[in-house]
């Protein structure tokens, strides 16, 4: 059980010698020869030991890690070998890795596998070896409180990396997530370092390290005049079956380059028009089922509320599945500007159901409740209550819309795992259906999305695409539906929406934010 929670805390995965033998002959089938292999998280060096085995021109060997036990297994594992080598024990985070890649000859190896862990996990269990807190990705105050901002502990790792190696030949051979290489990649494309090449092989996770998550080997070429900005992704490290090219184009990150070109013009200029659910974090207290003509909390209590703050809800997994509303969802306030204490005159019934559970809604633990009215919920707008929408799950792993009509007379509404693009009539969302369900419009995403994230689709994702671009490839459609429908995403780009409203709240929140400063 120890070994088992030190994994999860501090993401300590170690190599099998067998894996790190075979990076190793994947990376010498390229004919590389390097003179220094740097591993700057060498756990037990399983990673060093194949690199002696493997390259015959190595001139020196330099491993750090912060567990002392490590360090020492490290040292006794290379002894063997007359190569010069060091282990030190160190905090990679305090490490002066410039100065040292500097000393080191040229070709550079740094090859290893870094935590598998994120900063909030880490702080979670009060470790104190994380990185300097800054937004270096100038996240708005909004998306720190969402989330955006946690990180692998492995990509400030081989960023840093990256960084320190901007003048040099060196390549990078590492073990990580595929999201985690994907960001790396997009941060060197974006700020235009040196990259010659780079790869991704694919790895079974749970084969090897026993944890279900999408993982590779990102190999990353270094050199002064590298202006790549793509990279293959490989099924294996056999390298034998290329899958696809991706890249950054329109600083987008591409999944699909080929499929992408042939597309592009679709894109929207300014995107908008598709929303998210509404957030409530308290399904307890605001989703409802009905039994016997009640509805029923999920505290197994009876709520007798006015019936206009309840409406209709769907999830991700019913929208997946087909399934219509088994739920209902308590929405005290309809826009922003509300404030949920008008309950108290237009809704007593409602307002004194949210006074009875005041100690569950206070203690939601999401910032972005903070600076709102007591009780608020976030997300929601007008668009949330229009008639007919076509939504989509943004968590299930397929390109699925699905419309939807309105329920016991009552708009549908979801929660902020799904996307939707309101509707006024229900010819409009047949259109839109037909629009989205298109070859063009499937080639379009397909190109964009990378189906190993955790939440694949998203509103900027949906947003991307001009209706008005794809309508000109659908000839079967009604063309004053599908000029409504146009009208509808340009007036949204057009005037501030309630999102981008929402959203200024919090931008000067950041500065109250430990670890989120530009």
């Not at 090859?111 to 104190?128: F, H, K, M, Q, R």
């Not at 997946?320 to 237009?346: C, G, T």
């Amino acid at each position: 059980m120890e070994n088992t929670s030190h994994k999860i805390v501090f993401g300590d995965f170690q190599t099998p010698l067998d894996l790190a033998r075979k990076v190793c002959h994947c990376l010498a089938r390229k004919g590389l020869e390097p003179a220094t292999v740097l591993e700057p998280t060498c756990g037990e060096g399983t990673f060093l030991q194949a690199c002696l085995e493997t390259f015959a021109h190595l001139q020196y060997v330099l491993g750090t890690d912060i567990n002392p036990n490590h360090v020492e297994k490290t040292r006794s594992r290379l002894c063997a070998w007359k190569v010069p080598f060091e282990v030190q024990q160190a905090d990679f985070f305090t490490v002066p890795w410039q100065d040292i890649v500097e000393r080191l000859p040229e070709p550079i190896l740094v090859i290893g596998n870094p935590p598998w862990v994120t900063n909030s996990e880490l702080g979670i269990y009060n470790i104190n070896n994380l990185p300097p807190k800054q937004n270096r990705d100038n996240f708005a105050g909004i998306h720190a409180l969402t989330g955006k901002s946690n990180f692998d502990i492995s990509e400030w790792i081989l960023r840093r990396c990256v960084e320190c190696l901007t003048n040099k030949h060196a390549i990078i051979a590492m073990l990580c997530k595929t999201a985690v290489a994907r960001k790396v990649l997009k941060y060197a494309f974006q700020q235009e370092l040196p990259v010659a090449s780079a790869e991704v092989y694919l790895l079974d996770a749970q084969k090897v390290f026993g944890i279900s998550v999408s993982a590779c080997l990102l190999f990353l070429e270094l050199a002064p005049k590298g202006r790549s900005k793509e990279w293959r992704v490989f099924s294996s490290l056999d390298g034998e079956r290329l899958e696809r090219i991706c890249g950054l184009r329109d600083n987008l990150i591409i999944a699909d380059i080929s499929t992408y070109e042939k597309w592009q013009h679709l894109r929207a200029k300014c995107p908008s028009g598709w929303r998210s659910g509404i957030k409530h974090d308290c399904a307890g207290v605001f989703e409802l089922r009905t039994h016997e003509g009640r509805f029923i909390n999920k505290l197994g209590e009876t709520v007798d509320i006015e019936p206009e703050h309840l409406f209709p809800l769907l999830k991700s997994s019913d929208l997946a599945n087909h399934k219509e509303p088994s739920r209902w969802l308590f929405i005290p306030h309809q826009s922003l500007a509300d404030d949920p204490v008008q309950l108290s005159i237009s809704a007593p019934k409602a307002w004194n159901y949210l006074l009875a559970h005041a100690h569950l809604l206070d203690a939601r633990k999401s910032s972005i409740y903070r600076l709102r009215p007591r009780f608020s919920l976030f997300g929601l707008g007008p668009y949330s209550f229009t008639p007919w929408k076509v939504a989509i799950s943004g968590l299930y792993k397929k390109l699925h819309f699905v419309p939807v009509s309105p329920h016991d007379n009552r708009p549908v509404v979801f929660d902020d795992t799904c996307y939707f693009f309101p509707c006024d009539t229900e010819a409009e969302c047949r259109a839109l259906h037909t629009l989205l369900q298109s070859e063009p419009a499937w080639e379009f995403f397909s190109s964009l999305i990378f189906w190993d994230e955790k939440r694949p689709i998203t509103a900027e994702l949906l947003n991307l695409l001009d209706l008005y671009a794809l309508a000109q490839h659908v000839t079967d459609g009604d063309e004053r539906l599908i000029a409504k429908l146009v009208e509808r995403q340009r007036a949204c780009r057009q005037k501030p929406s309630d999102d981008s409203l929402q959203a200024s709240l919090f931008e000067f929140e950041e500065e109250a934010l430990p670890g989120f400063r530009s």
